[in-house]
C-alpha cells in the first residue's frame, strides 16, 4: 500500500481523516485512483465521502460549492483545491445525456456503480486500501477498457462515454475489450444527441494524444461521422495518412493538431469547421491564417506581411507545422524552411519594422503636416509602411517625411 500512499498528497489525506474524525466514510475515487496505480500524475485528487454536502461544508473551514446539486463541495486546505462528492447514483437519464436528477446514498458500491469504466469504479483508502467491485485493478493490469456493466445500457444512458473510451484508449494505450467495442457499434447513433462542445472536447484529447493513429479507428468504428464529417472524406479516397503523420509529429497542442488534421480542405472549409464545433474566435483565426499560406518561396517582405497578419507566435506555430509537413512530403525543400526562419529571425532581432504600430510615422503626424482626415491617412501610412519595410533603415521621421 505504501508505494500508493506515498503519491497521494497529504492534504488529501488529511480531508479523508477528517471526515473519517466526524464519523463518516471518505475515499480517494476516479480517474486519479487509476492514474496512481499507473504511476501517472492525475489532474486532480477526487474524494467520495458519505458526508452530505452540508456535513462536508460544516467540518471543514474554507469550502465552495462546485456543483452542490450534484453533490460536490470543493475543500480548500493549504492551498490546494480538492472536490468532495457526496456518494451518489444518477436517476433516470433523458435524452441519453444527462440524468434528471441525483440521489445521496450511503454505500460506496453504488457510486461506484454509475462510472462509466471499471478502470474509473476504484475507490481506495490509505489504510484499508482498494474497494473495487468491478475488478477495474485487474483491467488496469490488462490495460482494458470496459464499461461498469452492461456496455448499451450503460453508453446508452450517456452516449458521451463511446467518445471517453476511445479517448482514454488512446491516453492510456489500452484496449477497448470486445463487449464495449460491440456496444459502441450498436450505440453509436446516439452521439447525435450529445451537445458538440463535449464532443469537442473528448475529441481535442484523442487528437493531442500520444496515439493519433486512434482516429483510424474513430472511421473505422463509423464514429468520425458525429464529430467532423467532412474529415471522413479523407479517409475514404484515402488522402489521411499524411495528415495523420503531420499531426502525431507536431507538437501536442490543439491549433497545431487540428491544423495538421484539415489543411487538406482549405482554409475556408477549416474555418466553417471550427466555428461549427464552436471553438474560441482566437483559435478559429489561427487554424484559419496557418493554413492559408501554403507558399514556401516567399521572400523578406512577404515574411514581414505575414508577420503583421499573424504576429509573432502564430508565425511560430506556422513554421513549426510547415517544417513537419516538408519533412514529410517534400524532403528537398526544407533548405526553404531554414531560409524563412533565419530572415524572420533576423527581422526580429534588427527591430525590422513590419506593422503600423512600429512605423516612424503616425497618422497624426500626417494630419499635423497638413493630410486630409479620411481615407488618405490610412493609404499614405500603408505605403509608407510598405517602402519601410522594403528599406529598413528607413523608419525614421525624417526619412519618412522626406518621402511624403
Ligand atoms: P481525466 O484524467 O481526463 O480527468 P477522469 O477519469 O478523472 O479522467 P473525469 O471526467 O475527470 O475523468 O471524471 C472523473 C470520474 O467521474 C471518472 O473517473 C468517472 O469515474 C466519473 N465519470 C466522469 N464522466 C462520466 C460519465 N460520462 N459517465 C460515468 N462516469 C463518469
Ligand atoms: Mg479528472
Known sequence: MNKYNTQIPEEAKMIINELEQHGFEAFIVGGCVRDMIMERVPNDWDITTSA?????????????????????????????????????????????????????????NLDLSRRDFTMNAIAYHPMRGFVDPFCGVVDIQNQTIRTVGIACDRLTED?????????????????????????????????????????????TKICISNNVNHLYML?????????????????????????????????????LRYVALLYRLGDKTSVNIMKRMK??????????????????????IFIKQMLREMGEDVFEMWLHFMEIKIQIV????????????????????????????????????????????GKEIGETLERLLLFVMENPDCNTKERLINKI
Open 330 to 373: 517534400d524532403a528537398n525543400q526544407l533548405s526553404k524552411i531554414d531560409f524563412i526562419r533565419q530572415t524572420r529571425n533576423s527581422i526580429l532581432e534588427n527591430g525590422e519594422c513590419y506593422d503600423l504600430k512600429n512605423l516612424a510615422l503616425t497618422g497624426k503626424d500626417l494630419i499635423g503636416f497638413g493630410v486630409p482626415i
Open 219 to 255: 472511421y473505422e468504428m463509423d464514429l468520425l461521422v458525429y464529430i467532423i464529417k467532412e474529415v471522413v472524406q479523407l479517409f475514404d479516397n484515402k488522402t489521411i495518412d499524411i495528415p495523420i503523420k503531420i499531426m502525431s509529429l507536431v507538437k501536442p497542442e490543439h491549433t
Open 52 to 108: 452530505k454536502p452540508e456535513d462536508v461544508k460544516r467540518i471543514f473551514k474554507r469550502t465552495y460549492d462546485t456543483g452542490i446539486e450534484h453533490g460536490t463541495i470543493t475543500v480548500i486546505l493549504n492551498v490546494e483545491h480538492y472536490e468532495v462528492t457526496t456518494y451518489r447514483i444518477e436517476e433516470e437519464y433523458k435524452d441519453f445525456r444527462r440524468p434528471n436528477g441525483v440521489s445521496f446514498v450511503t454505500d460506496i
Open 159 to 203: 452516449a458521451l462515454r463511446i467518445l471517453r473510451g476511445v479517448r482514454f484508449s488512446a491516453q492510456l494505450n489500452f484496449e477497448i475489450e470486445g463487449q464495449t467495442k460491440a456496444g459502441i457499434l450498436e450505440c453509436r447513433h446516439l452521439l447525435e444527441h450529445i451537445s458538440t462542445e463535449r464532443i469537442r472536447d473528448e475529441f
Open 279 to 300: 471553438w474560441d474566435n482566437r483559435t478559429i483565426k489561427e487554424v484559419g491564417l496557418i493554413i492559408k499560406y501554403k507558399n514556401i518561396d516567399i521572400d523578406n
